[in-house]
């Protein structure tokens, strides 16, 4: 989730470009030590490669940046086709789902189609700034670090169906162990609170407009469920209670066979992370759980999740 | 499918060890060129990815060959289990149709093996050749031959998903056009025959053991069917006609939207061939239809399939 | 949807008595007509046999007034894991989808049992009529009266996929035409609303509690759509804009090929009904069109649906 | 499966007459003491509605006897549409499937048409008897039978889903226990056999035409295996045991959960049938197995199944 950020008529040109490379930068420091293969992998279909998101997001800064020129000539024809994210294949095979097919473009052609991009892209801020451009520029750095969570989370998922467990990262910082202290109810807001960004600044479509909310009397944690708490849902038996879901939740747990934290052990004492598999510390939030678990547990401590409004005008106050 | 070769105890060392290289060496040979995603993918749950043949072949030597012995150590402990056809993954994901989501070992860790496997292969054969020994490699070398037929079709299919169409070799030999000769039936073999791999030289089990058959009286075309006469099925209606399709192959028609061959376009002027898009040559036999396609199109004819016992009587004999 | 009653306590017994009868003589009228086999078939897995709607209702005040007391033996042992809701059949079969399945007991079972379950119930209000009783009774015909409304839509469903297309009633009363006055928007309440059922006075569980809501400037329609102006939106190719549909919803047009309401003709001129085959009348509401249907109507029409809080705060107060 | 028959031509009017009313008497035999809502269920997608079978094999008679006729009327318009047997429903659902959906016509409807049929066809029998229409009752009589088999199978199925387990038959014939006697392999005919039904009689399309059959030598049980011997597969293991069974029906036995035969209960003690649940009589024969299920037998055994022609050699000579 953005925070809102300065407004965008402050960049210089070049704050903006040292800004658009460092996240960029980031992006290939993501597949820093991954193998071709790891790239081209689509392990789910709600997943996608990273190669896909790599060309992507490079796709984004060259339609709406640099596609905006009437005399624009595309780098690679037919890229657009494969790499915006409303491309619909013809007949019975789901385009989203067969991201994953699409051996070539390769990795060393989607590299040196960022390289290009890249090159075009500081030419053009060098030359064209203006509110416009600083616009479209920072949101496609918004939506290319959107993407970088997603990369983190779509190589988790293709490691953990790998029987060898790769390791993504030999040394990943610790989960924060902000959920070792004492749990404790804190008054949420009530009444009438602002809801949405702020009129100035960076914000995505979906937090406009700005708007009222009635938010009742509630209390929130002081701080996230921790492992060996969800890990006591987990032994009381709560992934076969079905008083405990929501319908459509205790639907999926029956179809998919779920019976803890997707990637937790069967004896629910390591997890698979992008280090590895390690022990589950016990004192770090819970994590990689979907809404219906973290629902479901809600009700089993007795307790309802907070919505998004009372979860936001905490945030933001905070 | 194999033909009939001299028996085993007539090789030389160094024929044998030619032999092998030569086998070993067209499966490299038909990767040349691909990327190591194209080797990664997996278009199909019925498909393979090349890098999958690619360890599996060399598998089948080290656990036949080098495994036999009683204080063997396999190269690389776990490789076993990714790379013989029976692996079984745990959970829910059927392990067939997972094979594309192993991204590690990488296509160059493959390699690394294929050649190691060799290495050790070779100074076995060097060493230890004896009529078992003899028998196994010929064994392994017949299955990797029938693994590169797998490694074309698959890379074949991978590729036509592609909206890009890639080319897999840019001068691929036509097909033969036997099947330009006028249509005429011959009679075939009636009566008792044998039927069945002789005692002697190499057989897959599936070709033993030798047996009689009887074959009624029936004639035999001389020639393939060619792609103009099954495009005249096609636009006959033969796609939509139940009466002419086994129960099970409508099905199949109806769930899949079948209404040409897989790898023809709408206009049934051009197929996707390992050389690329191509318009279809009329005279050439009709390739990439299934089982139940052929036996539509021969009830279409007014004809039948030859049983397989026919169709060996005559292929043998000729 | 129930409306708010006078208080329970205000019922004499004969009033008592004569209200449940009337509503489950109801009931049987809904059957009058139709033949065991219609009372037996389920059409699909969201719809249940008029058959078990009768034995439900019944089980229910069978269950919760009679079957509350120490030494209650029920008038048919296993019934009642046939008839409560939350059957669950042991193996793969789901309960709620078989309930089509079972013949046994027949619709003249059903019949005696409602008997034997009315007489009993009769009874028991005459001797032992007190507040708790009264408001369990006043809860049971509030629950058979859901049922009829889904005993109507069961029935429609079921005749519809008869491609003989059965009349329920020759005579059915028209829809209302309310829809034909011309279309105007009038402003619904703003600021904060009670949302909820008061206290006195029945209601059911998901009424309640009385809670506020905050409800932004809004205009509702003064009239439900009518078919007319449904019947443009089809026309105008809504059924094939993914643009107009939320993302659940466009799946389900497409996975179920939704090209108009359900149970309109192709050529979008009639409609099948409890009266059988009828032409469409343009200036009725249109109905049996789904949450997704009505959604991207609404946004075709450059409106959106009005919020549950928004409905109800304006119907409550009309 | 027919046996065959003396040639039509001996049969005499009254004869005729005599067996069409026997045959046709004896499916509503079956029937009898049967309700409106067991006649209208379809317990899976492969069995068929009582009340389907009783209007289809009706249907065939008026089809193929008098509507053989130029100037014939049917006597129900549309029925020939519901009740032969490629009626192809227009749109997603599958006509075959959803024959339990039809609750019109009704049970008593079928009956009604059955008897003005049954008055035509004795009518015109009377009147018009040649070889043609002899051959075509034939035809109808035996087509009758098969469906008389269907008819106990699919009420099987249909009781056998209802929780409350039906009683068809209050005394059903015990099977035989042919299987009491020692197992021992009695030598089957080998070298060549004639196969199919003889010219004259009445036999199936499927039948014909005779042909020779070679068969190699091998031995048949003297019995079918009983239901212990069976047991002792089920409890050694064999339906989890992936080597005993052919490739689809492995996958059959794991995508439906097969773990033993589908009427036995879980301890492997008794059996659902037609006179309700009963002890497994351990000399029995084994009975509602599939082909799989059979075929895995055999194996487990050290056998295998016999092929059709081998089998047929046999019967028939016996």
Redesign the interface.
Known sequence: MPTHRPAIASHTTSSLIARYQRVRAQSMHLVAGL????C??Q?MPDASPL?WHLAHTSWFFEEFVLGARADYTPLQP?WS??FNSYYQ?VG??HARA?R?????????DVFAYRAAVDERIVHAIERELDEQLADVIELGVQHEQQHQELMLTDILH??S????E?VFRARVQSLSRAAEVPLAFVPGYEG?VEIGAPEDGFAFDSEHPR????L?PHAIANRPVNNQEFREFVRAGGYSDASLWLSEGWSTVQR??WQRPMYWSDDLETAFTLGGRIPIDPLAPVCHVSFFEADAYARWAGKRLPTEMEWEALAVQS
């Open positions: 193998q071709a293969e790891d081209q992998v392990s190669k037919g086709f494969l294949a019975p095979m067969s994953g097919l699409l051996t070539r473009p390769t990795l060393a293709a490691f169906v790998n029987p060898w790769p009438i708007h009222l909310s009635l009742h998919e066979g």
